[in-house]
């Protein structure tokens, strides 16, 4: 069975730009959050979708934003990139809402110059 | 807000038993999860663990949990040369909670 797939596993984007990282999940998991890892601040919960609907937003400003398909795979769109926005981006899967276990894909490693 | 609390390193021979330690302060925690970290990778789920449990082994994995103390530990026996990685704790409180609340990582170094 397929683990979870993030791509893409590498980006680099400017200052002002925006960009879209995916997430597909394992097959049957209708559960995605999305965590942004860095040194200093370690895993920080972004944001949970379920069948399509936002359930739970972490601390982050407006500019992080994500959606979820009718097939489960989601994206997060993170808009006028700072520099601290640099991070590993990770995607966790479960199949319900409840987190009992959460796989975690590779992660999309963003750098913001 | 919630809190978990990890030492940073932790460094152990190799063939001895690694003991990982975790404190957290939810109350309301449900699910505890260890998860390993190798370097350029995403989290692996090792093991979880209900609250209402004390103890849970997996091969060479047992989990500890002490409810009272809100103290969660990890012991990995016979240590390998492929366990060196970071090893995160976290906690999950259900219902509406905030995702999982992660730990800052202890980096496991295995010496010959």
């Known amino acids: 069975k397929a683990g979870v797939t993030q791509t893409p596993r590498y980006l680099i984007k400017t200052r002002g730009q925006q960009v879209t990282l995916s997430c597909s999940p394992i097959s049957g998991h209708r559960s995605v959050s999305w965590y942004q890892q860095t040194p200093g601040q370690g895993l920080q919960f972004l944001f949970e979708?379920?069948?399509?609907?936002?359930?739970n937003k972490g601390n982050f400003p407006g500019r992080f934003s994500g959606r979820q398909f009718s097939n489960s795979r989601s994206e997060m769109n993170v808009s006028t990139l700072e520099l601290g926005d640099s991070a590993l981006y990770l995607c966790?899967?479960?199949?319900?809402?409840?987190?009992?276990?959460?796989?975690f894909g590779q992660g999309t490693r963003l750098t913001v110059v | 807000g919630e809190d978990v609390e990890q030492s940073l390193f932790l460094s152990v021979r190799e063939g001895d038993s690694s003991v990982i330690n975790c404190t957290y302060t939810?109350?309301?925690?449900?699910?505890l999860y260890w998860y390993k970290q190798e370097p350029g990778a995403g989290l692996q789920l090792l093991t979880y663990?209900?609250?209402?449990?004390d103890m849970k082994q997996d091969q060479r994995l047992t989990v500890l949990l002490n409810k009272k103390d809100k103290h969660l530990s990890l012991r990995i026996a016979d240590t390998q040369t492929g366990d060196s990685a970071i090893y995160f704790c976290a906690e999950y409180s259900g219902g509406g909670a905030d995702g999982l609340t992660f730990g800052k990582g202890t980096h496991l170094i295995i010496q010959p």
């Open positions: 979708y379920f069948s399509e609907t936002q359930r």
């Open positions: 939810d109350s309301s925690s449900t699910y």
């Open positions: 663990i209900f609250s209402n449990m």
């Open positions: 966790a899967s479960s199949l319900g809402h409840t987190n009992t276990e959460a796989f």
